[in-house]
């Protein structure tokens, strides 16, 4: 038989102790799990992420990465683009507003970090790769909207699956072409 004493020195016995203990367990347990655990996420922040990452876009394009050159910690690629994206909202939170790119252009996405450096704050561009970018416009050229959170690949069944190292994931995991109108 389980005996629990009380801070005030009643013993509480069987059942009402199990109970006891149980709860006092669950409490630790939620307790320490908050402490480790990322910010809890509100269907709010999940449902306002793209709208967000739209209104903090200059620019959201599919396109192929071409060429990359890297020095001083900052990667450089030339971005061939494929399709642009012009959903509404596009840039209502930046500066400049939506950026005028078109299919065919080639625009320079820089980003911190070098290929192959594990510590990069963000996974770098792949020469011969697909992605879909949100971007923001920033010294002639462009940077990813969240560092990373603005990077998709994209797969051969139309669909673009998110592709980023960092822990923020409210963007959806998985995007199609119509979240993007």
């Not at 069987?14 to 320490?32: Q, Y």
């Not at 509404?88 to 939170?93: E, H, I, K, S, T």
């Not at 949100?134 to 994209?154: D, P």
């Amino acid at each position: 038989m389980i005996v629990f004493r009380t801070p005030l020195g009643a013993a509480v016995r069987g059942t009402w102790a199990r109970s006891l203990l149980a709860v006092m367990s669950l409490g630790l347990a939620l307790g320490l799990s908050s402490c480790s655990a990322p910010v809890w996420r509100t269907l709010n922040d999940v449902e306002q992420a793209l709208p967000r990452a739209v209104a903090g876009s200059s620019a959201i394009i599919t396109g192929e990465v071409a060429s990359q050159q890297g020095a001083a910690n900052t990667t450089r690629s030339q971005i061939i683009v494929d399709e642009v994206f012009t959903p509404r909202g596009l840039g209502d939170a930046t500066p400049t507003g939506a950026a005028q790119i078109a299919r065919g252009d080639t625009i320079v996405v820089t980003q911190q970090g070098l290929s192959g450096d594990q510590d990069a704050p963000a996974p770098i561009l792949r020469p011969g790769q697909n992605y879909l970018l949100f971007l923001v416009a920033e010294h002639g050229g462009y940077q990813i909207y969240g560092t990373s959170t603005g990077i998709y690949t994209v797969e051969p069944a139309g669909w673009f699956n998110h592709l980023n190292k960092s822990s923020d994931g409210f963007l959806p995991t998985r995007l199609q072409r119509g979240d993007l109108k």
